[in-house]
């Protein structure tokens, strides 16, 4: 079982930035794939970012790339979300999510196993 905590969302002006972090417990953090996700009120979850468990490899959204940075620290049991040049569309609860599976990185949110309780990022205009 693993446990995600996110943390670091918060109110920002449009262009600002801020950085999510997403603590895991348990001693298989490093081998999961972890996801960033995304649900704005009335409108479903979507896929933000992804990043291998070796770091190695990352995936994002149109709509968050060359914006956004996904990193992580395995020795430290954490994975990051850097977001620049926010946007009010931006707004969201971000929810961080692990995958367990040993294949390629996904975007879909079926293959995530654990998710986190989420946090809420505001993008003001």
């Known amino acids: 079982q693993v446990q995600l905590v996110e943390s670091g969302g918060g109110l920002v002006q449009a262009g600002g930035s801020l950085r999510l972090s997403c603590a895991a417990s348990?001693?298989?953090?490093?081998?999961?794939?972890m996801g960033w996700f995304r649900q704005a009120p009335g409108k479903e979850r979507e896929f933000v970012a992804v990043?291998?468990?070796?770091?190695?490899?990352?995936s994002y959204a149109d709509s968050v790339k060359g914006r956004f940075t996904i990193s992580r620290a395995n020795a430290e049991n954490t994975v990051y979300l850097q977001m620049n040049s926010l946007k009010p569309e931006d707004t969201a609860v971000y929810y961080c999510?692990?995958?367990?599976?040993?294949?390629?990185?996904?975007?879909?949110?079926?293959?995530?196993?654990?998710w986190g309780q989420g946090t809420q990022v505001t993008v003001s205009s």
């Open positions: 348990g001693r298989t953090f490093s081998t999961y794939n």
């Open positions: 990043i291998r468990w070796s770091g190695a490899i990352t």
């Open positions: 999510a692990a995958d367990r599976r040993t294949s390629g990185i996904s975007d879909y949110m079926g293959s995530y196993d654990y």
